[in-house]
């Protein structure tokens, strides 16, 4: 099994534009969420999605989008990319709400 | 909504000895309390966890405690190798309980492990 799968690995945009980061399971997991990791910030929750067609928004959900159209995919969209939204993004999932997260590798973006 | 606060955030002891990471939370229908380990380069990585029916919880060389009173739990690692080396991170969370928001993450201790 592949687990949860990040991409791209390193990323690099100009402020303003856009670029959708994805991930992948194949768990079978309901549960799908994105967050961002800053240096002395921890892990901050974007959105979330507790299955196909439903999602809803986490702490710091401000110019990001997310869709769940199939339980193995939850790609996350920056719609005009911002320097604030330089950080590290990781996809996690679950078989429900909370437990037992399996995290993706990261996705290391930069905006400039 | 529930604040998760950790402690230390850095921790550095010798290899051989014990490491204790320390976590508060505030909201007292919190009842499930899972740590993770996050090497570098990787993604967190659950290394074990903890329901709010139980006090302590072993898995060979990590444990952890609850306090369900004092509202904090703790991972103890003893015997320290060098693999031991990451930034771990507490959560809490509500299992079962309605709420959709998930896990609340401290802010992560990075424990090094001094040869």
């Known amino acids: 099994n592949a687990g949860v799968t990040q991409t791209p690995k390193f990323q690099v945009l100009k402020t303003g534009q856009s670029m959708t980061l994805q991930c992948a399971q194949d768990?079978?997991?309901?549960?799908m969420s994105w967050y961002r990791q800053d240096p002395g910030m921890g892990l901050r929750l974007i959105h979330y999605?507790?299955?196909?067609?439903?999602?809803d928004q986490g702490e710091v959900p401000n110019g990001y989008n997310v869709s769940r159209s199939t339980t193995e995919d939850f790609p996350l969209r920056l719609l005009s990319a911002a320097p604030s939204q330089t950080s590290v993004y990781f996809c996690?999932?679950?078989?429900?709400?909370?437990?037992?997260?399996?995290f993706g590798s990261g996705t290391r973006l930069t905006v400039v | 909504g529930e604040n998760v606060e950790q402690h230390p955030s850095t921790l550095s002891v010798q290899e051989g000895d014990s490491a204790v990471i320390k976590c508060t939370y505030s909201?007292?229908?919190?009842?499930?309390f899972p740590w993770y380990k996050q090497e570098l380069g990787k993604g967190p990585q659950l290394i074990i966890d903890?329901?709010?029916?139980?006090g302590e919880k072993k898995d060979q060389r990590i444990a952890v405690t609850l306090n369900k009173t004092a509202k904090h739990f703790s991972l103890h690692i003893t015997e320290t190798q060098p693999e031991d080396s990451a930034v771990y991170f507490c959560?809490?969370?509500?299992?079962?309980?309605?709420?959709?928001?998930?896990?609340?993450f401290g802010k992560g201790t990075h424990l090094i492990i001094q040869p």
């Open positions: 996690a999932s679950s078989y429900f709400l909370s437990y037992g997260y399996t």
């Open positions: 768990m079978n997991h309901e549960y």
């Open positions: 999605s507790v299955g196909a067609g439903i999602t």
């Open positions: 909201d007292s229908a919190s009842n499930y």
């Open positions: 903890i329901r709010s029916n139980v």
């Open positions: 959560a809490a969370s509500i299992l079962g309980g309605g709420g959709a928001d998930g896990l609340t």
